[in-house]
C-alpha cells in the first residue's frame, strides 16, 4: 500500500509568516492599550516586546503544526497529529518554562495561553485538513 502524504497547496512559510505578522499586530497592539495608562514610552516598548515574542513564538507553532500535520500518511492522521501534537508540545513547553521560572500560580498562568493555542492549533489544523481535501479532489 503507498503512503499518501498531506498535500496543502500553497508555501508553508508564506502561511506561517502571514499568522506570524497578524499575532504581533494583534497581541502588540493589546499591550501597548494595557500600558497606555504608564505613558506612550512604557506602552510602544511593551508593544515592541509583545509583538516580537508573538511573532517568533507564533512562526514557530504554526511550522511545527504543518510540519505535524505533513507526517500523517492520510489527511485524517495529518489532522489528529497537528491538531493534538501541537497544543501537547506548547503546553508541555509553557509548563515547564513557568515550572523552571517557579511561577506560584503556575495553572493560573498558564492555563489561558494554553487554552487559546489550542484552540488556535485544531482550528488551524482543521483549516489545512479542508484546503488539502478539495486539492485532492481537484486533482
Known amino acids: 500500500m503507498s503512503r499518501q502524504v498531506p498535500r496543502v497547496p500553497?508555501?508553508?512559510s508564506a502561511r506561517a509568516a502571514l499568522v506570524a505578522v497578524a499575532a504581533a499586530a494583534l497581541y502588540g497592539s493589546w499591550a501597548a492599550v494595557a500600558n497606555w495608562p504608564a505613558g506612550p514610552r512604557h506602552?510602544?516598548?511593551?508593544?515592541?516586546?509583545?509583538?516580537?515574542?508573538?511573532?517568533v513564538s507564533t512562526l514557530c507553532i504554526v511550522m511545527i503544526l504543518e510540519w505535524l500535520f505533513g507526517l500523517g500518511r492520510t489527511l485524517r492522521q495529518g489532522f489528529l497529529l497537528a491538531a493534538v501534537g501541537t497544543p501537547a508540545l506548547v503546553c508541555a513547553a509553557t509548563l515547564s518554562a513557568h515550572a523552571a521560572a517557579r511561577t506560584p500560580n503556575l495553572l493560573a498562568t498558564s492555563l489561558p495561553p494554553i487554552l487559546i493555542g489550542?484552540?488556535?492549533?485544531?482550528?488551524?489544523?482543521?483549516r489545512l485538513y479542508l484546503v488539502a481535501r478539495r486539492a485532492q479532489r481537484e486533482a
Not at 506602552?43 to 511573532?55: D, G, N, P, T
Open 10 to 12: 500553497g508555501r508553508s
Open 43 to 55: 506602552a510602544a516598548r511593551a508593544s515592541l516586546v509583545q509583538a516580537l515574542l508573538s511573532f
Open 118 to 126: 489550542s484552540a488556535f492549533g485544531a482550528s488551524y489544523a482543521y
